[in-house]
Nanobody, 122 residues
Framework: QVQLVESGGGTVQAGGSLRLSCGAS????????MAWFRQVPGKERSFVAS????????YYADSVKGRFTVSRDNVKKVVSLQMNSLKPEDPAVYYC???????????????WGQGPRVTVTS
């Protein structure tokens, strides 16, 4: 089992940067794929980025490619999302998730964090 606690949400101006972190507890973190999803009110939770268990493979939604970077530290049991060049369409609640495969499908992930909010001002 994996428990996830996120930190790092907040408010930033358009063009600015934020870093989200997700700390994990549980023995299976090192073998888990990790992902970030985001959700705005009235819409489905959507895929942002994922990383496989070793950190050797990463995947991104087209909307964030080149701006966001997902990384992990298996010793510290932390997965991070560096968000640069934030745009007005990026505000959402961001969720960290753990699963068996680094896909963009929500159903592949069994464990979810609480979701820090990211706000972007113009």
């Amino acid at each position: 089992q994996v428990q996830l606690v996120e930190s790092g949400g907040g408010t930033v101006q358009a063009g600015g940067s934020l870093r989200l972190s997700c700390g994990a507890s549980g023995r299976t973190f090192r073998s888990s794929a990790m992902a970030w999803f985001r959700q705005v009110p009235g819409k489905e939770r959507s895929f942002v980025a994922s990383i496989n268990w070793s950190g050797g493979s990463t995947y991104y939604a087209d909307s964030v490619k080149g701006r966001f970077t997902v990384s992990r530290d298996n010793v510290k049991k932390v997965v991070s999302l560096q968000m640069n060049s934030l745009k007005p369409e990026d505000p959402a609640v961001y969720y960290c998730a753990a699963g068996s495969t680094a896909t963009g499908a929500k159903y592949e992930y069994n464990y979810w964090g609480q979701g820090p909010r990211v706000t972007v001002t113009s």
